[in-house]
């Protein structure tokens, strides 16, 4: 079947199209487009939270995690390593990393080293907003 120079033409322009979009998505680099730069430092009682993952969870869209190192300091991670948070508001939450979440049997869960509150976002008190084109740095302190 004989193509005609029009036709040949016109599959040129769409695989150049598909080309440049799949382009354009690969060399999303960290901070740009989807998400913005973020991170920040867990505190308790003024000492750094070590070992504890950190939650953003936006009004909509996909949340972003970070681990908290021996200074208590996060970066965050929606989509590729570090890349950051969706911009927006979030409600920030922990999860304590050190505690053991698989229940042994005969043996009781130890308690959590931090406060219930701070690890479910219906009851956080942390409300941050993400905003794209800015240092995003965030300092979550817990108290009793």
């Not at 960290?30 to 000492?47: D, E, F, H, N, W």
Request: proline share 7%; with cysteine.
């Amino acid at each position: 079947m004989a193509m005609s120079v029009d036709g040949v033409n016109t599959w040129r322009r769409v695989l150049g199209v598909v080309a440049v979009l799949f382009l354009a998505m690969g060399c999303n680099k960290s901070g740009s487009g989807l998400t913005a730069p973020a991170r920040g430092v867990v505190r308790y009682k003024g000492q750094p939270a070590t070992d504890v993952r950190v939650i953003f969870t936006p009004a909509s869209g996909r949340p972003a995690i970070g681990q908290t190192n021996e200074q208590g300091e996060f970066v965050l991670t929606t989509i590729k390593l570090n890349d950051g948070a969706v911009p927006g508001m979030h409600k920030a939450t922990i999860s304590d990393r050190k505690r053991t979440w698989i229940q042994e049997p005969g043996k009781a869960q130890p308690p959590g080293r931090f406060p219930e509150k701070y690890q479910s976002a219906a009851n956080t008190p942390w409300s941050f907003e993400v905003k794209h084109g800015q240092e995003n740095v965030f300092e979550l302190e817990m108290k009793d």
